[in-house]
């Protein structure tokens, strides 16, 4: 079936992400060859995505800095995509993550949405 593989290992997470992202501009229809082939390479991420980040998920500080830690990433980096002061407090529980700030991390860290959508704990009240 049209180039689909099993997804093994981080590379071919990486590139099954790369391939179904070229599909978010016009999603195909359903049925065709390219709607079956997204609706595998969909199916198949969600799976590797539930084996190898379930650790991470329920809190999303927790799954940022599994990201940092574990996935190659830096504050750093997080801080060029959000802000300097906003990553640091929301990595150290101040501040919560908003909205738009989760749509640019799940977008630019290929982390699936609903690992940073779940509610958490702040360290003490923002506001």
């Known amino acids: 079936m049209m180039d689909v593989r099993p997804l093994h290992n981080e590379q071919d997470y990486d590139w099954a992400i790369g391939e179904v992202s070229r599909y978010f501009e016009t999603e195909p229809t ?7 082939r997204f609706e595998v390479l969909s199916s198949l991420i969600k799976e590797y995505e539930d084996n190898h980040f379930a650790t991470a998920h329920g809190d999303p500080v927790d799954v940022l800095h599994f990201a940092i830690e574990s996935m190659g990433r830096s504050q750093a980096e997080l801080a060029a995509l959000i802000g300097r002061n906003r990553a640091s407090e929301i990595l150290n529980r101040v501040r919560p993550l908003t909205l738009e700030m989760i749509r640019i991390i799940c977008k630019e860290w ?14 003490r009240a923002y506001g």
């Not at 290929?110 to 360290?123: D, F, K, R």
């Open 30 to 36: 359903l049925g065709t060859p390219d709607g079956d």
């Open 110 to 123: 290929n982390i699936p949405v609903s690992a940073l959508t779940g509610q958490y704990e702040l360290g």
